[in-house]
């Protein structure tokens, strides 16, 4: 069944701006990843965090991680236009060890120049 | 040098019809995966292999069959399309770490799958 869920669906901003996206999932993970997608193209891996990890940057990405609320954020800042994109948020779960990420349905950030 | 390719990149085909989709990963990991992004950009898991074997099989129709010849490679034939079948079907591969099996997935440039 579909464990994450992104909020919000859309975001659009003006360049420059910080951008928050946030996912929650329901079972207990062995970690949390997120990708980003440009139209019509792959995913892209941005970051991983680890269920034992509460905070991880990446250049000008954060992320949390609260395992107690089952729940991450991602923190774009100073955005620019070339991060227009989707947002994916992806849990690889802990009770089995087979690779299987979970997808949520995706935030669609538009940053405008 | 790409390092998970997938071809075609568009496919467009009529219903009955047999097609395969071809995926090769050159990054020498062990798991490869199937998934399916619908026309909502929803992302499902298909199929997942790890070393040749398989090891995830969703609930997919039998119509599906995902092939391993050797571990850089993983095809998926799909007999008597239907035009639900209809989406982007993305090949993916990832390494394991620390025993942790996809710790990070890279994912090829997705084939257009259309059927009329």
């Known amino acids: 069944s579909q464990q994450g869920e992104e909020d919000p669906q859309a975001l659009s901003i003006q360049e420059g701006e910080n951008a928050t996206m946030n996912c929650s999932y329901k079972?207990?993970?062995?970690?949390l990843q997120w990708y980003r997608q440009n139209s019509g193209r792959g995913l892209v891996h941005l970051i991983l965090?680890?269920?034992?990890?509460r905070e991880k940057h990446s250049g000008r990405l954060r992320v949390t991680l609260d395992t107690s609320k089952k729940s991450s954020s991602l923190l774009i800042t100073a955005s620019r236009a070339a991060d227009t994109a989707s947002y994916f948020c992806?849990?690889?779960?802990?009770?089995?060890?087979?690779?299987?990420?979970?997808f949520g349905q995706g935030t669609t950030l538009q940053v405008k120049p | 040098d790409t390092a998970v390719s997938q071809t075609p990149k568009y496919l467009v085909t009529q219903m009955g019809n047999d097609k395969s989709i071809k995926c090769e990963q050159n990054?020498?990991?062990?798991?490869m995966y199937w998934y399916k992004q619908d026309s909502k950009k929803f992302l499902k898991i298909m199929f997942s292999?790890?070393?040749?074997?398989?090891?995830i099989n969703e609930t997919v129709p039998n119509r599906f069959s995902p092939k391993s010849p050797d571990k850089a490679h993983l095809n998926l034939h799909i007999n008597s399309l239907e035009l639900g079948d209809s989406a982007v079907y993305f090949c993916?591969?990832?390494?394991?770490?620390?025993?942790?099996?996809?710790?990070?997935?890279?994912f090829g440039q997705g084939t257009r799958l259309t059927v009329v």
């Open positions: 993916a591969s990832s390494p394991t770490d620390r025993g942790i099996v996809g710790t990070e997935a890279f």
């Open positions: 079972t207990s993970i062995n970690n």
């Open positions: 965090i680890r269920s034992n990890e």
């Open positions: 992806a849990t690889n779960q802990g009770s089995s060890n087979t690779g299987k990420l979970i």
């Open positions: 990054l020498g990991h062990d798991t």
């Open positions: 292999y790890n070393n040749k074997e398989l090891i």
